[in-house]
């Protein structure tokens, strides 16, 4: 498949796995999607030292656990038309509720999974806007997708989704995991969970959310010697450093036949992605 140009590790500009179109000229899709990673500048949400206060977050998790089902395939897909028909309403009132929160008076766990709650709750928002779709990259104009849109708002900051991954996640926490954690609507992406993250189990989320994916055949798979890895593994290889640093991140979480296959791996030989809708 397609795939833009490796994004340059933090702190450079970065290029959003989710924007590349090749009819389109390279300075056209460098102009689109290459957001300042920690662009916010100044303006970067602080946290609150100590803070052992709680974002509620069980309207989304009951959303989730109603609408996202595990496919055959072992990939969480979401009952979109339903979703859509049934709880549009409350989709609105969950992400409504979470721009009145004053993100800067909670502690770092807390902010983490409410930026990644918020994401993947505006991305669901924003496929039921426009479903049917076969694919989030069907949206948006010339087929760049809904990533530079503005969909949210908080602490009076107006926010895409590239703002709240690349601008606010990747460069403030330096962890690799929230590549598992933000979901872009795609089969081929890390799931998207079937309950809310928070801040007291986020730990135990993360790890589960990237031993899913290290371990699905679209995260490693392929044969010894020929391994074909995620896409994101590419385009995002400087958050790990190297080829190898992605191999060795991966035979952390890897077990069973993953393991096997990573075991003496010394390349990735090949990426896909698949962009389909994940759609139950």
């Not at 872009?184 to 986020?202: Q, V, Y």
């Not at 890895?229 to 993953?258: C, F, K, M």
């Amino acid at each position: 498949m397609n795939h833009p140009t490796s994004p340059q590790p933090i702190p450079g500009p970065v290029l959003s796995r989710r924007t590349f179109v090749a009819a389109i000229p390279a300075t056209a899709i460098l102009a689109a999607c290459a957001p300042e990673a920690g662009g916010l500048g100044d303006e970067s949400f602080g946290a609150k030292e100590g803070s052992i206060d709680a974002i509620d977050h069980s309207r989304f998790d009951a959303l989730l656990k109603q609408y996202v089902v595990e496919g055959d395939n072992g990939v969480n897909l979401v009952r979109y038309e339903q979703l859509q028909s049934e709880a549009a309403d409350e989709l609105t009132a969950y992400l409504t509720a979470m721009q009145e929160i004053a993100i800067e008076d909670f502690g770092r766990d807390e902010q983490f999974a409410f930026w990644a709650n918020l994401y993947n709750a505006a991305t669901l928002d924003v496929i039921i806007q426009n479903y049917p779709v076969d694919s989030i990259r069907d949206i948006g104009i010339l087929s760049l997708g809904p990533w530079d849109d503005e969909v949210v708002t908080v602490s009076g900051r107006t926010l895409t989704l590239n703002n709240i991954e690349h601008d606010i996640m990747r460069p403030d926490w330096q962890d690799v995991r929230v590549h598992y954690a933000v979901n872009c609507a795609s089969i081929g992406c890390p799931n998207l969970g079937t309950e809310a993250f928070t801040g007291a189990k986020l730990e135990e989320q993360l790890e589960a959310a990237a031993s899913a994916y290290v371990n699905h055949p679209r995260g490693f798979g392929g044969e010894p010697g020929k391994i074909v890895a995620s896409n994101i593994y590419d385009w995002y290889q400087g958050d790990w450093g190297t080829e190898q640093d992605v191999l060795d991140h991966a035979r952390e979480y890897a077990v069973g036949p993953t393991a096997a296959l990573l075991e003496n791996a010394e390349i990735i030989s090949g990426y896909d992605y698949d962009w389909g809708l994940n759609l139950a």
